[in-house]
């Protein structure tokens, strides 16, 4: 099936200008058709979706530039792309650690609260 940069854009809720970034930075590539309009190929979203997926997780622009332009190259960059995928699995747990240090001191927080506020209703 094929789709509009508009539909793309509405199914993974991004702006047409991110979706034309990617295209200029080389990381996707849509197809044109002969009046030179760009169409998606199911193929094309699965790209994009594991775009926003690295996005999402902190990868940079520059990084996932680097990831797609190995995955052009073939078989041959197989151990490269594992490792940058081991390396941003490592920064994402890092980052998952970090943020679960913090949702325990929001949680004690909250406890506190509820425990002060039941102590006073008790007065």
């Known amino acids: 099936m094929n789709y509009t940069i508009s539909e793309v854009a509405k199914k ?3 702006t047409q ?3 034309r ?3 200029k930075e080389n990381i996707i590539s849509p197809h044109r058709n002969k009046n030179g309009i760009r169409y998606f190929t199911d193929e094309d979203l699965d790209q994009i979706e594991m775009v ?3 996005k999402a997780t902190g990868m940079s ?11 052009s190259q073939g078989d041959k960059t197989l151990e490269e792309r594992l490792e940058i995928f081991n390396s941003h699995r490592e920064h994402i747990l890092k980052e998952f650690e970090l943020l679960q240090k913090h949702l325990d001191k929001i949680d ?3 406890s506190w609260y509820k425990g002060f506020m039941k102590s006073k209703r008790c007065d």
Do not use: A, G, Q
Request: glycine fraction near 0%; charge should be positive.
């Open 12 to 14: 993974f809720n991004l």
């Open 17 to 19: 200008h991110t979706i």
């Open 21 to 23: 970034y990617y295209e």
């Open 52 to 54: 926003c997926c690295l």
């Open 61 to 71: 622009i520059k990084d996932i530039k680097s990831y797609f332009k190995l995955c």
């Open 108 to 110: 004690d927080k909250i």
